[in-house]
């Protein structure tokens, strides 16, 4: 029996995670859950007849932290094609930045629009 133990002793201190359970004397660790990769939404901006083009290239500056390249690149994009993908976040995020959009271009007066979209 003492050899049994010395096994199981050795065994628990490779897994500190492992302990022995003390009715049977077999070890026991926790079962450890599988971690996914939250889904990822676009936060897309859609193109209007009267926000200003400096006013787009302002808020993918301010709220998506783009340099002024990147943002002139996405708001030509908007403006061209109708839509553009701002960034792809977590659903809390994306949906944070969507409303910040829409409640700051809403305060400058203008019809600037952001929505989500799962990604995928």
């Known amino acids: 029996m003492q050899a049994d133990q010395q096994i199981r002793l050795t065994f628990n201190q ?3 995670d492992w ?5 049977s004397g077999l070890l026991v660790g926790e079962a450890r859950p599988a971690l996914q990769t939250p ?3 676009k936060v897309v901006m859609y193109n209007d007849d009267y926000t200003p083009m400096d006013f787009v ?3 993918l500056e ?3 932290a783009l340099n002024r390249e990147q943002a002139t690149r996405i708001m030509l994009t908007v403006h061209t094609e109708g ?3 701002c960034g792809l976040f977590t659903r809390d995020i994306a949906e944070t930045k ?3 959009v829409n409640e700051y271009a809403r305060t400058c007066q203008h ?3 952001c929505e989500i979209e799962k990604d995928g």
């Not at 302990?19 to 009715?23: K, L, R």
Request: glycine letters at 0%.
């Open 19 to 23: 302990h022995e359970d003390d009715d």
């Open 14 to 16: 490779d897994r500190p």
């Open 111 to 113: 019809p600037l629009l």
């Open 62 to 64: 301010r709220f998506f």
């Open 83 to 85: 839509r553009a993908v």
């Open 57 to 59: 290239v302002e808020v």
């Open 98 to 100: 969507a409303e910040q």
């Open 39 to 41: 889904p990822l939404y």
